[in-house]
Each structure stands twice: as C-alpha cells, then as structure tokens.
C-alpha cells in the first residue's frame, strides 16, 4: 500500500508560479512509476507530467512542456510539481498518482492522493 498527500495549491495570478508536493508513505515509491493528473470542472481527469522509477526520463502533455517540471526527493520519498507561466486554463485540482508503468492512461494507477486546488486568475 502507498498513501499519497498533496500539499502547495493555492491562488496565484497569470503568469506566477506555484510548487506542489506529494509525499508517500508505505512502500517507497521508487517502486513506483509518479505522476500529476488534473481535472478541471466538467472535464475528464487529465494527464500532466510524469517521472519513471529513480527519475531517469519524464513525460509531459503538451500544454504544460516548457512550463511545468516534476522532480523527486527518494530521500524524503516525495515528488514535486514546480509550475512556471501559469495560466487561467491551468485551474483545477491536481493529483498525485502511482503506478506500475509508465503511461498517460489514468486507469492504469494504482494510487491517488487527495487533489489540492490550483486557481490561477487572469
């Protein structure tokens, strides 16, 4: 088992920038394929970033490429989400998640934190 929890989300303006934090508990996670999901109202749960184990390649949507970057603490078994050049369509709750293989499909994680709330007004 793998317990997963966000923190960091909050209010920031267009153009800001914020850092997400998700620390696990239980199994190391570097057992653990880690990536941010986000979901925005009325819209499906997304894709945004992802690490593979022990941090060796990273992928990304699109619309975050250049902007957003994820890092990971094994030390401190927690993963980081810094977002740069935030935009108004960056709003919505973001997820940590764990899973066994590298891969954008949501269904395929095992684990999921609680989401934490990023607004960013225009």
């Known amino acids: 088992q793998v317990q997963l929890v966000e923190s960091g989300g909050g209010l920031v303006q267009a153009g800001g920038s914020l850092r997400l934090s998700c620390a696990a508990s239980g199994r190391t996670f570097n057992t653990y394929f880690m990536a941010w999901f986000r979901q925005a109202p009325g819209k499906e749960r997304e894709f945004v970033i992802g690490i593979s184990r022990f941090g060796t390649s990273t992928d990304y949507a699109d619309s975050v490429k250049g902007r957003f970057t994820i890092s990971a603490d094994y030390a401190k078994n927690t993963v980081y989400l810094q977002m740069n050049s935030l935009k108004p369509e960056d709003t919505a709750v973001y997820y940590c998640?764990?899973?066994?293989?590298?891969?954008?499909?949501?269904?395929?994680?095992?684990?999921w934190g609680q989401g934490s709330q990023v607004t960013v007004s225009s």
């Open positions: 998640a764990a899973g066994r293989r590298m891969t954008t499909d949501r269904n395929e994680y095992d684990y």
